[in-house]
C-alpha cells in the first residue's frame, strides 16, 4: 500500500514540483492551498492529484483538513512543510502585521501542521516531515526580516524535533533552496538577473523547481532513515555552509 504525502502549498511554484514529484514515485499525494480556487483546480485537473484547502495559520484548521486527508486517502506519513510567504520591507518600516504574517505563515504553520500528524507518526513508529526553508534562513537577507527569522526558526525547529522522533523511526530535514524559477523569482528584471543575481551562484543559474522536488522525495524514502536533523542546501554553490 502505498504511502500518504501531504504538501503544503502543494499547487503551485516549488510545492507543485514537489506534490507531482512524491506522485510519479509511487505516493499517495495530497496538496493544500490557501486560497486560489481557480489555480489549485487547475492542477488538480492535470495531475489528478487531490487538493485542500486551509489556511496553515489556523491550528484548529489543519486538525480538520488532515483529518479529512487522512479519511481520504489514509494516515500521513510523510509531511511535506512547504506553504511560504512574503511580506518584505526594510525593518524600519515593517509593521506589526508584515512580521505576524509570514512568521505565522513560514515558522507557527510548520507546528500547526506537524503536531497532528506526530501522534500517529509515533504510533506507527515511521515518519518523514521535510521543512522547506531558505538560503535567507541561513544568512539572512536585507529587507526580509521577518522571512529570514522565520526560516531560520525552521532549522531551530528541525534539529530539535529530530531528536525527538528518532527513537521512533521519524527523521525531520530541512531543504534550504537559493534562488529557484518560480513565479517570484522569474519575475525580477532581466538586467537584474543577469547583473547581481547570477554573479552571486557559481553554478551560473538559478535552480529549477525540480531540482528540490528531488531532494524532497530522496528524504521521503524509507532508506532515507539514518538521515534526520539534517539540512540539504540546494542554491548553486551561493552559499556554502
Known amino acids: ?5 501531504l504538501v503544503t502549498g502543494g499547487t503551485r511554484g516549488i510545492g507543485a514540483a514537489i506534490a507531482m514529484a512524491l506522485r510519479n514515485a509511487g505516493y499517495k499525494v495530497a496538496a493544500t492551498y490557501a486560497g486560489n480556487d481557480e489555480k489549485a483546480q487547475a492542477f488538480h485537473g492535470v495531475t ?3 487538493v485542500y484547502r486551509w489556511d496553515v495559520t489556523d491550528y484548529d484548521a489543519c486538525g480538520a483538513g488532515i483529518a479529512k486527508v487522512e479519511a481520504e ?3 500521513v506519513e510523510i509531511l511535506v512543510n512547504n506553504a ?7 525593518f524600519h518600516k515593517m509593521t506589526p502585521q508584515q512580521w505576524h504574517e509570514v ?15 506526530w501522534s500517529g507518526m509515533r504510533d506507527r513508529s515511521f515518519g518523514r516531515v521535510i521543512n522547506i526553508s531558505s538560503i535567507n534562513g541561513q544568512k539572512g537577507q536585507m529587507g526580509q526580516v521577518n522571512y529570514s527569522a522565520a526560516k531560520a526558526g525552521d532549522l531551530g525547529f528541525t534539529k530539535a524535533l529530530a531528536q525527538e522522533g528518532a527513537s521512533k523511526n521519524i527523521t525531520v530535514n530541512a531543504i534550504c533552496p537559493g534562488y529557484i524559477a518560480t513565479e517570484m523569482v522569474l519575475a525580477v528584471p532581466e538586467k537584474v538577473m543577469k547583473e ?3 554573479p552571486q551562484i557559481p553554478i551560473g543559474r538559478i535552480g529549477d523547481p525540480e531540482e528540490i522536488a528531488r531532494c524532497v522525495v530522496f528524504l521521503a524514502a524509507d532508506d532515507a532513515g539514518f538521515i534526520t536533523g539534517s539540512t540539504i542546501t540546494a542554491n548553486g554553490g551561493q552559499f556554502v555552509v
Open 196 to 198: 547581481r543575481v547570477l
Open 48 to 50: 489528478g492529484i487531490a
Open 84 to 90: 511560504g510567504i512574503t511580506r518584505d520591507a526594510m
Open 73 to 75: 486517502l489514509g494516515p
Open 1 to 5: 500500500m502505498s504511502r500518504v504525502a
Open 103 to 117: 512568521v505565522n505563515t513560514n515558522l507557527s504553520g510548520l507546528f500547526n501542521m506537524t503536531h497532528h500528524v
